[in-house]
């Protein structure tokens, strides 16, 4: 009677997984491949910033930015350091998608408490150089109203809270990154099926063997 | 390499669902449960090379190593990369499930036709053994980044730019690629050569046409 278990070779299993180890290991130091969008609020523009999981820009990606019922509002291209900047606009709550030549995808969704409390879209003429322009300009001889005032604390917020923001963002990016939980996870469940097929296969061939 | 979900077109994704599906079920057919292990070690690499990326050049590309996979499994390499796919979609979120199709058969094509490349590889033409072994690896990313580039422009409409743009930036992933593909088929070759496949002549060369005679062996 032939044996239909042939032997597999012990020693060759054990070095071909000796071999795949190597690379088990290596990713400890391995960097995610997914891309990642990172939008803030600065000097009274939208700022997004795409990045790869490894913190590299990705330059001249498409942006295309959408209201909640998907009606295009406007698109550019990130620039040099991966950045595509627009005013505020009216529409608060938006969509915005970033799509690389490569075939990466990445959306974020804005919504209105993302959004500093004086950053009114449009109304105020933007001055990235220094929030104290209209300081020098207009009122230095008289006294401060109240909505000036607040302008002028917002602006200077907005230009430390931007860091912040930036910051935070990234933070939420970086819990999606895989972690060594989901590397042996996913490898757990390669193995697993690889018995789950052996079994049944080999589960018929016993019952062709041995009917009782 | 991995493509996206919402890039492609439906048409796309179908044509890549239908070619993955009978790749997969060649694949089982041909599928030696003696050999189930090894299948599954390599579409265990597959999923963990996918996750190391070489910060070389303009690219952020990444190991693939679809070229181990085909030489050594040929037509089994669709059903391991389309699990291994499959887990990467689902626990790193690279690429998407309605893509998982077209993914494979980006990938699992240029395996199944280095397998066959290097079987039918003069032996002993070239004195390095490694050296069908780096053009099998490198040919592999080449091809999967021109399948990955042909299903965008499908979708789109500038082929050239996006192939070019494409394949230039995976162009130093295809040469590590080929070094890591000679070097582990190099070592194969010392320690287990049962493990790859057999080589085979082509018939054209077995009449000698042009009296090179390149299946010669050495002595």
Redesign the interface.
Known sequence: MTNVYTALSVKSVCRTLSLCLILVIFPLSALAHRAFLLTWIENGHVKVQGKYGNQAVIKNAKVTVFDPEQNLMLSGTTNEIGIFAFPILQQKELIVVLSTPAGHKAETRMLAEDYPQHSAPQDRSPSPKSPQAPLSTQHSNESWNQEQLQLLISQSLEAELSVLSHQVKKLENKIEEPSLQDIFGGIGYLLGLMGVGAYFHYRQKLKEISPS | M???????SVPILISGVALATVGTAIGLKKLD?????????????F???????I?IGPS?A?FVLNGIVGILLGWVAFPALL??IL??A?????GGLTTLGINTVNLAIPALLVHYLYIFSPTSFFKSKALIPFFCGFLAIGLSALG?SL??ALTADHFV??AF??FV?HLPMMCIEGFVTAS?IA?LLK??P??LPKRKSLPIFKTNPFGINLYKKKI
Do not use: M, T
């Open positions: 991995h493509i996206a979900e919402g890039i492609v449960y003696n050999n189930v292990a090894q299948v599954g070690i390599l579409a265990a690499a999923f963990v090379a996918g996750l190391v990326h910060p952020n990444h699990v291994g887990l990467q689902i626990f790193f979120q690279f990955v299903s965008l730019e996006i743009l494409i930036s582990c070592f320690i287990e049962s493990l």
